[in-house]
């Protein structure tokens, strides 16, 4: 779930071995991760300038140093007048499964982004984990990588979406999307993430299930995509406890 240069991702893998490990986390992974349009699409309007320098630096270390060239990611359209507006987002990072905000959001190893939860769900389901995208040969990174069940949620898209769409519309997209999962007493699941103020403005209620977006520490954002168990809520704190 983490984010690299295309290039240091590339010198972070060994040559002779089949599994890598993260640059960051270490966690273990043996595929090449593609590069992700809808994120190189966002930080080229959004940065216009530093990513003109960015790229002049890479394409002069490419001819100079890598004899390679990296991949020409063309810069996505949109209808959105302002790409800093909730719709350009919603335009950029929907779910290439259910086509709503994908909540949290996932990405394969082909770069598509779906709903964390998309893989229990829709046509990731139905085709073992295979990218919806017809004629893409993209997989879920977890079924990848022999990781089990649970994908890694991407944190930083996930906090792009969280500040630019507002907490009632990005829970909202949560039940609506892929990672709507529900209980085995077919109880909806809710989202919660770590800026939840409360049980006046979100009536969780204990024992109650939820899935863990938002969590933006390096541990936190682990959690990210999981189900867990309302424990208990502090109002001194604002917070609530929950078990995973």
Known sequence: GHVFCFWCMHHSMDVLKTRHA????????????????????????????EM????????????EEYQADSPVVAVMQSDASDFHSSKFVLEAFKCVDCQLLAVPPTVL????????????????SIRRGKCPVEGCVGKRVAAENDAGERDPVCS?????????????????????SCSGISSKDDGATKSANDGTSGP??????????????????????????RIAVVDSYCAATSRYSVKI
Request: charged share 25%.
């Open 109 to 124: 190893t082909c770069g598509h982004i779906v709903c964390c939860s998309s893989s229990k769900k829709g046509a990731l």
């Open 156 to 176: 930083l898209v996930d906090r792009i979406l969280q500040h630019h769409v507002n907490r009632e519309e990005y829970r909202e997209a949560g039940t609506r």
């Open 52 to 63: 003109k320098v960015r790229e002049e630096e890479t394409k002069k270390l490419e001819k």
């Open 22 to 49: 993260c640059p960051l986390c270490r966690a273990p992974f043996r595929h090449f991760p593609a590069i992700c349009a809808p994120l190189h699409s966002y930080l080229t309007r959004k940065f216009p300038n």
């Open 200 to 225: 006046a403005s979100s009536s969780f209620l204990s024992s109650e299930k939820v899935i863990l977006v938002g969590l933006s520490s390096d541990k936190g954002s682990r959690l990210n995509g």
